[in-house]
Each structure stands twice: as structure tokens, then as C-alpha cells.
T-cell receptor, first 113, second 114 residues
Framework: DTEVTQTPKHLVMGMTNKKSLKCEQH?????MYWYKQKAKKPPELMFV???????INESVPSRFSPECPNSSLLNLHLHALQPEDSALYLC????????????FGPGTRLTVL | AQSVTQLDSHVSVSEGTPVLLRCNYS??????LFWYVQHPNKGLQLLLK??????LVKGINGFEAEFKKSETSFHLTKPSAHMSDAAEYFC????????????FGAGTQVVVTP
């Protein structure tokens, strides 16, 4: 089973709201990723967690706050977002870092009003 | 440094005809190469992966890709397109020291006409 699940599927929020995106995998993978994808563009890496520790932050604004409570779960906490943050947010996982295959979830479509 | 160039941003094929999606890469090492497909409003699905075991890689749904080191290419083909193949396709490279950072091509949109 190579399934990564993400909730919610869709999220609409105002600029003053606080919300969270959730990602889960049960493949025993030790690396998890958050990506942001704008329409007609490839995904852009935001964060990488390796063995539950943040290993890469691609200079993402602090209004995005990742959290890895355990090896199966990855959250992305959102606060004071801007309309330009509207995008598809994808989670992925891999056995380990480096050249391991990344398996993607279906994404959360976020709209910021 | 790694980079990926997908030579066609848009490919249109008739159902039942062959599909060719072209990808060139640049890498300082022996990279891993991937093709992913993304249907509208969906996540990315892995089609196939090259990791130096064999130059011709077979993937899911009848797709295959050939790694040509001399041409630094990793083109994706399918002998007979199906309507369900209409999607965005991404060629992706990963270097051994990239620590999980994938380099995506810009994507190729495939349209399949009846």
C-alpha cells in the first residue's frame, strides 16, 4: 500500500483564521514533505521532515508552521494567510531522504479570501 | 547542480496513437529519474523510476521510459494513448546528495482526442 492521505480535501479560510492541514501515512516512511502547487506549475518544496525532525525549510513565511507529532503524521498550521497563498498543498512521504521515491497524497485545495 | 527540461509544454494525440513526452536532464552525479502524472485536481502518481538497474524502465498503465546517458534524456512513451491518459506529466530528477529535494520539470500537458 503506497497511500498518503490528506484532510481536508478543500479549505476556505479568511485572512485572520487559523486552520490546519493534516497528512498521514502508514508505510513506515521516515521522511515527509510539504509542497505548494500553483495552477499550471510544478510543486514547490516547502518543508522536509526526516525522522520527525525538520531538516529543510525552504524559506517559507512564518505564517506556515509545520509539525510532525509522530512518524506517521504531518501537520501544517496556517495563520494570517494571504490570498496569494491559495494553492494546492501536497504532502508526500518516502522511505528515507535522498533519492528515495516520494509518494504523494491527493492534496488540499486551499482558498484564502 | 541538477535541472530538468521538458521539451514540450503541450502534446495532443489521438486515442490509439503513440505518445512521446521528451525530457532532458542535467546532473553532476548518477541521478534517480522519475515520471509522475497528475490528473486534474489530484495528487501526483508515480508512473516509473530509473535508478541505474536497467536503461529501459517499465511503468504502470503501459508507459515506459528509456534512460540515455549519452543524450542525457529520459523520454516517456506509450504505444497507444487512452482517453484516461489526458493529464499533466512531470519529469523529475533527484541527485544522491539532494537530501530529498526533487527537481521538477515544468510539466507537459497531454490532451487525447477521440
Amino acid at each position: 500500500d503506497t497511500e498518503v492521505t490528506q484532510t481536508p480535501k478543500h479549505l476556505v479560510m479568511g485572512m485572520t483564521n487559523k486552520k490546519s492541514l493534516k497528512c498521514e501515512q502508514h508505510m513506515g516512511h521516515r521522511a515527509m514533505y510539504w509542497y505548494k502547487q500553483k495552477a499550471k506549475k510544478p510543486p514547490e518544496l516547502m518543508f522536509v521532515y526526516s525522522y520527525e525532525k525538520l531538516s529543510i525549510n525552504e524559506s517559507v513565511p512564518s505564517r506556515f508552521s509545520p509539525e510532525c507529532p509522530n512518524s506517521s503524521l504531518l501537520n501544517l498550521h496556517l495563520h494570517a494567510l494571504q490570498p496569494e497563498d491559495s494553492a494546492l498543498y501536497l504532502c508526500a512521504s518516502s522511505q528515507d531522504g535522498n533519492t528515495d521515491t516520494q509518494y504523494f497524497g491527493p492534496g488540499t485545495r486551499l482558498t484564502v479570501l | 547542480a541538477q535541472s530538468v527540461t521538458q521539451l514540450d509544454s503541450h502534446v495532443s494525440v489521438s486515442e490509439g496513437t503513440p505518445v512521446l513526452l521528451r525530457c532532458n536532464y542535467s546532473s553532476s552525479y548518477s541521478p534517480s529519474l522519475f515520471w509522475y502524472v497528475q490528473h486534474p485536481n489530484k495528487g501526483l502518481q508515480l508512473l516509473l523510476k530509473y535508478t541505474s538497474a536497467a536503461t529501459l524502465v517499465k511503468g504502470i498503465n503501459g508507459f515506459e521510459a528509456e534512460f540515455k546517458k549519452s543524450e542525457t534524456s529520459f523520454h516517456l512513451t506509450k504505444p497507444s494513448a487512452h482517453m484516461s491518459d489526458a493529464a499533466e506529466y512531470f519529469c523529475v530528477v533527484s541527485d544522491p546528495d539532494s537530501w530529498g529535494k526533487l527537481q521538477f520539470g515544468a510539466g507537459t500537458q497531454v490532451v487525447v482526442t477521440p
